[in-house]
């Protein structure tokens, strides 16, 4: 435990590296797939400190107070349930996961997509879960203000508001790139790490 008067600093690493803890619910679940529920380091000795959380997994690193060394902690578990949010909300990030990170009209993977009215704001589309797609730039461009028949483009898939069970599954197959090994252990990933 860390003393009350305890004015905590990274001792052993770097205050510019990132070493966010990984947050769980209490069921070790993360809180969020996507994007992955992390806490920066402050948060978590903060939240350990406060007693709100177990330590599941510690960095190498450690945090020095004046009177207590702690582990820096990389995994935390809240040791209350948080009921988990229902709603999705309409964003770029979660439309792009609904879509996979795919141009519904090509196929085409990639980080520079955008995003396209299937039926153009020019001729009263919305921006709606059923009328927005992700498109690569090209074919962006190239069905520009047209119906998708007249661009003589074919949707994949079409469009609908997607649950959240639906965007929970599609965001476990897109973690993020600097995972930490003790993650692992609590993530249910559907691709190997190496
Ligand atoms: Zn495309």
């Known amino acids: 435990m860390l003393d009350s008067q305890a004015n905590v ?3 052993l690493f770097k205050k510019s590296i990132q070493r966010p803890a990984l ?4 069921d070790y679940r993360p809180l969020s797939y996507f994007p992955l529920s992390l806490w920066p380091w402050q948060e978590a000795i903060k939240a350990v400190y406060l007693e709100r959380v177990n330590v599941a997994a510690e960095y190498e690193e450690v945090v020095r107070s004046e009177k207590l060394t702690l582990p820096l902690p990389s995994v935390i578990v ?3 349930y948080v009921v988990p949010t229902k709603t999705v909300p309409f964003t770029r990030a979660t439309l792009f996961l609904r879509d996979e990170f795919t141009c519904q009209y090509c196929g085409y993977k990639g980080k520079d997509l955008t995003f396209d009215h299937v039926v153009p ?3 009263g589309g919305k921006t709606r879960w059923d009328n927005v797609v992700a498109a690569c730039q090209s074919c962006n461009l190239r069905k520009a203000a047209k119906t998708t028949s007249q661009a003589g483009f074919k949707l994949k898939k079409a469009p609908t508001k ?3 069970e639906v965007l929970l599954n599609k965001g476990k197959k897109f973690p ?13 990933f559907e691709k190997d790490f190496d």
């Open 9 to 11: 600093k990274p001792a």
């Open 23 to 26: 947050i769980l619910n209490a």
């Open 78 to 80: 809240l040791k209350n």
């Open 121 to 123: 704001k020019s001729r």
């Open 162 to 164: 997607p649950s959240s």
């Open 176 to 188: 993020p790139s600097d995972m930490h090994k003790s993650w692992i252990d609590f993530l249910y």
